[in-house]
């Protein structure tokens, strides 16, 4: 246990973010009411740059550099993230200490009020969805071709504000967790189920990244540590991890484990939504008597902890790069090469746009 006497806790600034780290810290004060926790809010990249699509910025660790920065430097003794904002291979020395259990991990529709009572499929031609998501414009697009989409940035206010505030947007599309950890759960219009838009690798978990060495803190996350959503999040981002995909391509997943057997399902797009390569794998997870194993917090995998359980975790991180390796003999992998391109040519128009727009300005002003 801890000596601390009390444990900084890094967090982003927003609203959501900060719901998703008191959520985390409510449960460790429940099972340890002698710990004493304090947030250390920061600004990211991502939270910065509000006015480029994620796939266009071109930085990696959009919403968690900042917070990993202020964990190496001893800042804070833990972070809290969105797991799907976490990069599969981590910096050196940080592993991701539990995996809270997963909330509901699909995308919703949010519609405008005047297209109320209606679906993506019975929205008239042309109507607009906002999303800057690459993997939810591509599985829309094949799925409903007769919609148009448009970009949309910024935090859930700012979004709501966006569709209710301005006659741009006939709808747009975020993940289920959010909303419901917001209370909004009420403006969901409809929830896209996996045969429509599966969702991202590891939505819908919140994840606490710390320092690999802090042993102490590591017990005391481990109290949360919900195995079936570590287990299915291992398997999802082993599968991310071998295509080398991330916010700039369009890949997506589903997961289940029923009577521990561990299912997959994977998904590559182009961003039209015309070329797609989908398959499933699955494995018999070992059933291994649970044992408090000496250093059992040194087997990680896809940077998670895999606690006293390490062939069970090893089956579902083989699971999901076996079911990459299916998909890029099916041609998944010259999907993403074509994707990765355009990402690359989308980020350098964007940055010549901001060069042209900060010298037109810099001419008004100065003229």
């Known amino acids: 246990m801890s000596s601390k006497k009390i444990i900084n806790v890094g967090s982003r600034k927003s609203k959501l973010a900060l719901i998703q780290t008191n959520l985390i810290i409510d449960k460790l004060k429940d099972i340890n009411p002698d710990?004493?926790?304090?947030?250390?809010?920061?600004?990211?990249?991502?939270?910065?740059?509000?006015?480029?699509?994620?796939?266009?910025?071109?930085?990696?660790?959009?919403?968690?550099?900042?917070?990993?920065?202020s964990l190496k430097d001893e800042t804070v003794d833990f972070v809290v993230h969105s797991l799907k904002d976490l990069q599969t291979v981590l910096p050196e020395g940080m592993v991701i200490g539990c995996v809270n259990k997963r909330d509901d991990p699909y995308d919703a529709v949010?519609?405008?009020?005047?297209?109320?009572?209606?679906?993506?499929?019975?929205?008239?031609?042309?109507?607009?969805?906002?999303?800057?998501?690459?993997?939810?414009?591509?599985?829309?697009?094949?799925?409903?071709?007769?919609?148009?989409?448009?970009?949309?940035?910024?935090?859930?206010?700012?979004?709501?504000?966006?569709?209710?505030?301005?006659?741009?947007?006939?709808?747009i599309v975020l993940a289920v967790a959010g909303l419901d950890r917001m209370g909004w759960s009420h403006r969901i219009s409809q929830k896209l189920t996996s045969d429509?838009?599966?969702?991202?690798?590891?939505?819908?978990?919140?994840?606490?990244?710390?320092?690999?060495?802090?042993?102490?803190?590591?017990?005391?996350?481990?109290?949360?540590?919900?195995?079936?959503?570590?287990?299915?999040?291992?398997?999802?981002?082993?599968f991310l991890r071998r295509l080398e995909g991330g916010c700039t391509v369009p890949v997506s997943?589903?997961?289940?484990?029923?009577?521990?057997?561990?299912?997959?399902?994977?998904?590559?797009?182009?961003?039209?939504?015309?070329?797609?390569v989908e398959d499933e794998a699955e494995t018999q997870l070992p059933k291994l008597p649970k044992t408090q194993a000496e250093g059992s917090n040194t087997h990680v995998y896809c940077s998670i902890v895999g606690g006293s359980d390490p062939a069970t975790f090893l089956a579902a991180e083989t699971v999901g790069i076996e079911l990459a390796g299916k998909m890029i003999k099916?041609?998944?992998?010259?999907?993403?090469?074509?994707?990765?391109?355009?990402?690359?040519?989308?980020?350098?128009?964007?940055?010549?746009?901001?060069?042209?727009?900060?010298?037109?300005y810099k001419t008004a002003v100065s003229s």
């Open 196 to 238: 429509v838009c599966m969702y991202a690798v590891s939505q819908g978990a919140i994840a606490v990244e710390c320092r690999a060495a802090d042993t102490d803190m590591l017990e005391i996350l481990q109290t949360l540590h919900h195995r079936d959503t570590a287990l299915r999040c291992v398997a999802e981002r082993a």
């Open 330 to 360: 099916r041609g998944a992998e010259a999907i993403l090469t074509v994707a990765k391109r355009k990402a690359k040519e989308a980020i350098e128009e964007e940055r010549v746009r901001k060069m042209a727009r900060t010298e037109n």
């Open 253 to 276: 997943t589903f997961t289940e484990i029923t009577d521990d057997k561990l299912v997959i399902r994977g998904g590559v797009y182009s961003v039209d939504g015309k070329e797609v």
């Open 35 to 69: 710990l004493k926790f304090e947030v250390v809010s920061m600004t990211t990249v991502g939270d910065r740059i509000l006015d480029s699509a994620l796939s266009k910025i071109g930085e990696k660790s959009l919403f968690t550099k900042e917070l990993e920065d």
């Open 110 to 171: 949010v519609m405008h009020k005047k297209n109320k009572g209606r679906t993506l499929e019975t929205l008239p031609e042309g109507s607009v969805i906002g999303t800057s998501s690459l993997r939810r414009i591509s599985q829309i697009r094949r799925k409903y071709p007769h919609l148009a989409i448009k970009d949309i940035r910024g935090n859930l206010n700012t979004r709501f504000s966006k569709l209710d505030d301005a006659d741009v947007y006939d709808a």
